[in-house]
């Protein structure tokens, strides 16, 4: 129990200066011994996040005056005694031995007062808490007053899905086997699923309790692979031909370069500007048996990669605010700025007005985000079409201004719209 508090608090410190949990898990979990406890440590950390408006405002009532070092093990415990199924007593005394391990031997005292004061006025607090917007939603206050003024009739079930943990789905390799058939093996192995509401996503499944990668039938034999539902319905909308030059142009870690090669023939460069990713999507690759180009490239920069040829589609799966992300990514909601959405912004024009350089007259440029702010995805829409006359949207697959998923139960939320050039 100590060494779960004392990584967790570290792993949200870290957070909370602006790191993603991408950085920060693989270094603080080599601290602890056990895979049980780094599972722990993951789960506490993630839920910790999930909650942390609500455990902030706790904090906030039970002290005058934070105390510095201390602040992250306080809403850390908090969390465990309210959201997990740990005994209270035995949250609150790691509590106390984590802080004198810390080194705030002197304020342990401090740490056994906030915390049984916090058992005291639970429910008091709860009931405060459920007039504050960031302690009753969970996000910060600009992004429920963006939320609200965007989509004001679902807003708050955007709220809700953020609070849930994110299912397991599978994208079967249909280049290896059928959909029936896998299904067939999953029946085998006593492992229930589900098919997803029909949104595009023809080769998923979503298993009904997530599992690690090692107990997927399959999965180390590419028969599958782990990828969100709404993400699948990226490649789907790519409108390949046999044959065709592919550029994915921010292809790492590769999810989506692999679903290109198992629905279509074609030829395919998978390009992304940091080459440790890269390397994921050879892994990728390797794993199902597939075959792309693979380069390190800034994609904004055509003079320093592009040699002249053409392209018949390209998929544009720009950086963005993973809005749309937030189960599967709960540090994102506290790590984004406001002013960051205007610097996606600009990212993602130089990248379009690049890309868009490469691609041939009658071929088609799929931009898309997992994001579910307008600013990166209609709005950018409407932008690119004033500022490209030779670029119509390919309404097979969008309406005006492409196609908006909100995060649901079944997927997370994902922008796609189809550009032709003529
Ligand atoms: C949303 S992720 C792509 C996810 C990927 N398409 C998949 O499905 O697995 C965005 C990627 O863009 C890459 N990137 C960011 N700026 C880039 C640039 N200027 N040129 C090329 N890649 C870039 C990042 O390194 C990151 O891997």
Known sequence: MIDIQLVSQACLSRVKLGQSLKTVFPQE??????????????????????????????????????????????????????????????????????????????????VNAVLRNYLRQQSKIKKKASDDDVANLQHQAWWVNKVRQDYPDQANDIF?????????????????????????????????????????APAAVILSQPVSVYQI??????????????????????????????????????GKTCHILELEDVCVTAADKDPKRLMRVEENLRRLCLTAKTLVADMSDTDTWWEGEEYDRILLDVPCSASGVVRRHPDVKWIRREKDIDSFVKQQRSLLSAAWKVLVKG????????????????????WFLKEQSDAKIDSTYAVHNGHLILPTDNHDGFFHALFEKQ
């Open 29 to 110: 979990l080599e601290k602890l011994g056990s895979n049980n406890d780094r599972a722990v440590v993951k789960n506490t950390v993630y839920g910790a996040l999930r909650y942390l408006g609500y455990l902030e405002f706790s904090l906030d009532s039970l002290v005058a005056k934070r105390p510095n070092g201390l602040v992250n093990l306080l809403l850390i415990s908090i969390y465990l005694i309210e959201y997990s199924r740990s005994a209270n007593h035995a949250v609150v005394n790691a509590a106390v031995s984590s802080a004198k391990q810390m080194g705030y031997g002197k304020l342990s005292g401090l």
């Open 160 to 200: 809700f899905t953020n609070l849930q943990h994110p299912n397991l789905a599978l994208r079967v390799n249909t280049r290896s086997t059928s959909l029936e058939k896998y299904l067939r093996l999953l029946d085998d192995e006593k492992i229930q699923w589900r098919r997803p509401e029909h949104i595009g």
């Open 217 to 254: 039938p399959g999965f180390f034999e590419g028969l599958v692979s782990v990828q969100d539902v709404g993400a699948q319905t990226t490649a789907t909308r790519l409108d390949l031909r046999p044959g065709q030059r592919v550029l994915d142009a921010c292809a790492a870690p590769g």
């Open 363 to 382: 071929g088609k440029l799929l931009y898309t985000t997992c994001s579910i702010f307008p600013e990166e995805n209609e709005k950018q829409v409407k």
